[in-house]
């Protein structure tokens, strides 16, 4: 207990990142290799798609769910306000839904994407991942996936707005709010905001798996995590 916690000094101070793994590769780990705490963090990824990405391809999935939940961009702020002001609060409501309802949609799509990713990384420096905060590994998985699952979510995320009629619906929106007089017309990229707004809640979802994995030993289900994330207990 007392070589853990000097360890976890020493790494809080150390700057350097040669130092920084020096002192990691001197904490006890049994009989656990590089490979083997990678194949736990990877475990614990797999879980956080499992359990939690799994509950945004559901109704409301992301519309009820106030972590993730997808608010009007800032230049449809002002869309959302003028139409309330004018009695369509309804359309604007529907508006914002099928938003969040597109999100839902695409991500029962793509979830494959984020499995295949997660196999396909390893972790070079997985022993200072495990001993990083509540969401170190999927900070690592996003600068390493973030990329790659744009490009292939971009076109699930457009498909989706057709599918749920989100198109539609904010034709009509933007077309009745630039009708209104003395109104700049806006025309939004809302495709790529929704892409970039389901990634992150998609990102957030897996984070909420990896905390409840590392700070709840009774969240560590499976032999592997339960040896892997002792190491950081």
């Known amino acids: 207990m007392i070589r853990k916690a000097l360890a976890f000094l020493l790494i809080f101070n150390f700057t350097a990142c040669a130092e920084l793994q020096q002192v990691v590769n001197q904490l006890p ?11 736990g963090l990877r475990q614990a990824l797999d879980f956080g798609i499992d359990k939690q990405v799994t509950k945004l391809t559901q109704t409301d999935g992301f519309f009820k769910n106030e972590l993730v939940k997808i608010l009007l961009p800032e230049e449809l702020q002002k869309v959302d306000k003028a139409l309330r002001d004018i009695g369509l ?7 914002l839904k099928v938003l969040n309802r597109a999100a839902e949609d695409a991500v029962k799509e793509a979830t494959p994407i984020f499995v295949d990713a997660v196999k396909g990384i390893t972790f070079a420096d997985a022993k200072n991942i495990l001993l990083g905060n509540d969401n170190a590994a999927t900070q690592y998985l996003t600068s390493k996936t973030e990329t790659a699952l744009y490009a292939k979510f971009n076109p699930v995320i457009k498909s989706s ?41 998609v990102y957030t ?8 994995i590392r700070n709840k030993v009774s969240s560590r289900t499976t032999d592997l995590l339960k040896r892997v994330f002792a190491l950081q207990d």
């Open 205 to 212: 979802m897996i984070a909420v798996e990896e905390k409840e």
């Open 161 to 201: 707005f057709s599918k749920v009629g989100a198109d539609e619906i904010w034709n009509n929106l933007i077309n009745r709010y630039n009708a209104i007089p003395f109104t700049n017309n806006v025309n939004p990229d809302l495709t790529d905001y929704v892409t970039g707004e389901a990634l992150k809640g």
């Open 89 to 95: 609060s309804s359309l604007a409501d529907e508006g």
């Open 29 to 39: 780990q049994g009989t656990l290799g590089n490979e083997e705490i990678a194949s």
